[in-house]
């Protein structure tokens, strides 16, 4: 099973709205794991897994969140021609991938078209985490001082 740490994406580093580039390079993360896979950020605080996994039936594919992690597995049914191949080039293996999701990020999607299958991430920062602009009072005697000054 190959799991994969997205948590650095979505890190903030002074402010919320930062967001890492790296992904596991820091641990050596193998990027040769099956299936192959992209991240793209989609937007702000969206983003989306695409998975390829070609020959995979919807049915065959489960996608589900458990205990801060995405985890994807896909388990391809007996096919009974299978001894009659005479070459047998595309494998058809299972597979078990997971990625840790930071908090805050919610799996909002996910949908199989092509081979690809997409999984549609938001980050949603609560209301009291998000940052917020403090105005500045001024008193009405610094007022007074100040056009008095430029006067």
């Known amino acids: ?5 997205v948590t650095p994406l979505f890190r903030t580093a002074q402010t919320l709205d930062r967001i890492w580039d790296g992904l596991n390079t820091s641990i050596g993360f193998d990027h040769r ?3 192959e896979y992209d991240l793209l950020q989609t937007g702000d605080n969206e ?3 695409t998975l390829a996994v070609p020959g995979f039936l919807q049915s065959e594919i489960e996608v589900e969140t ?3 992690a995405l985890w994807v597995r896909g388990r391809k ?3 009974p021609n299978h001894n009659q191949y005479l070459h047998q080039g595309i494998r058809e293996r299972q597979f078990e991938r997971s ?3 930071p908090e805050h990020v919610q799996v909002s999607g996910a949908s199989l078209k092509y081979g690809l299958l997409h999984i549609d991430l938001v980050r949603e920062i609560p209301e009291e985490l998000q940052p917020r602009r403090i105005e500045i009072e ?7 001082d100040q056009s008095i000054q430029a006067a």
Not at 1 to 5: E, Y
Not at 138 to 144: K, Y
């Open 77 to 79: 049914a007996v096919d």
């Open 1 to 5: 099973m190959q799991t994969s740490d």
């Open 66 to 68: 458990r205990e801060r």
């Open 33 to 35: 794991g099956y299936p």
């Open 99 to 101: 990625f840790h999701l």
């Open 138 to 144: 001024v008193e009405r005697q610094a007022i007074e």
């Open 47 to 49: 983003f989306r897994i």
